[in-house]
């Protein structure tokens, strides 16, 4: 299994908090973090430009929360991953698995 394409660098997940690495040209691990990441960014124009209020206080709060519960949930799943990977489970076995794609063969 010759690897001749060039290495992909990988990076720091732009989300804060979160403890994922990218590939160099994307700035998130996976679709969630960057979702949830421009989220934050949305909220935070819209709360900024209404002001302090309680609706945008709780907006805030709200998807400061929605991101550590997706650090945690990327979190637990990594964790589920690496436990998989001891048991024998192969990287494509573990995709495949996630997809809904298993077969017997
Ligand atoms: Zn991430």
């Known amino acids: 299994?010759?690897?001749?394409?060039?290495?992909?660098?990988?990076?720091?997940?732009?989300?804060?908090g979160c403890q994922g690495?990218?590939?160099?040209?994307?700035k998130y691990c996976c679709y969630?973090?960057?979702?949830?990441?421009?989220?934050?960014?949305?909220?935070?124009?819209?709360?900024?430009a209404l002001g302090d209020f309680e609706l945008t206080n709780?907006?805030?709060?709200?998807v400061v929360a929605?991101?550590?519960?997706?650090?945690?949930y990327l979190d637990l799943g990594f964790k589920l991953r690496t436990l998989a990977m001891e048991a024998g489970v192969t990287p494509k076995q573990w995709q495949d698995i996630r997809r809904g794609r298993v077969t017997t063969g």
Do not use: G, I, K, Y
């Open 21 to 26: 690495t990218a590939f160099e040209e994307r």
């Open 1 to 16: 299994m010759a690897n001749t394409s060039n290495p992909r660098t990988f990076v720091p997940c732009q989300r804060e």
């Open 32 to 48: 969630l973090c960057r979702t949830v990441a421009h989220e934050l960014e949305n909220a935070q124009r819209a709360c900024e």
């Open 58 to 62: 709780e907006l805030w709060a709200q």
């Open 66 to 72: 929605l991101s550590d519960e997706c650090s945690r």
